[in-house]
Nanobody
């Protein structure tokens, strides 16, 4: 029904930057909140950032606060994750997700997920 497609991942050196994008396809979808999660090898998927309807409010994991910025042009438009000052520990597959109900920080609160895009940060 609803497909979320991430792009923008790649290989960068520590301290570098990447900008991830997430676009909905397949069918028009309305969501008040969009989030970014990531999963590193051998680790659980974790919350990275989320953004409210129209982008008025943003939420970040402590590990990325001050380095990453989530944004959207407006509600239900492409969502971005600007990642600066990247660290090797940021290496993971990054997923965008559309919120459904519950805490913005919780995986279970999101209904639709993208396929993920790999981000690799070399030291």
């Amino acid at each position: 029904q609803v497909q979320l497609v991430e792009s923008g991942g790649g290989l960068v050196q520590a301290g570098g930057s990447l900008r991830l994008s997430c676009v909905a396809s397949g069918r028009t979808f309305s969501s008040y909140v969009m989030g970014w999660f990531r999963q590193a090898p051998g680790k659980e998927r974790e919350f990275v950032a989320a953004i409210s309807w129209r982008g008025a409010n943003t939420y970040y994991a402590d590990s990325v606060k001050g380095r990453f910025t989530i944004s959207r042009d407006n509600a239900n438009k492409p969502v971005y994750l600007q990642m600066n000052s990247l660290k090797p520990e940021d290496t993971a597959v990054y997923y965008c997700a559309a919120h459904y109900s519950g805490s913005y920080y919780s995986i279970s609160a999101y209904r639709y997920w993208g396929q993920g895009t790999q981000v690799t940060v070399s030291s």
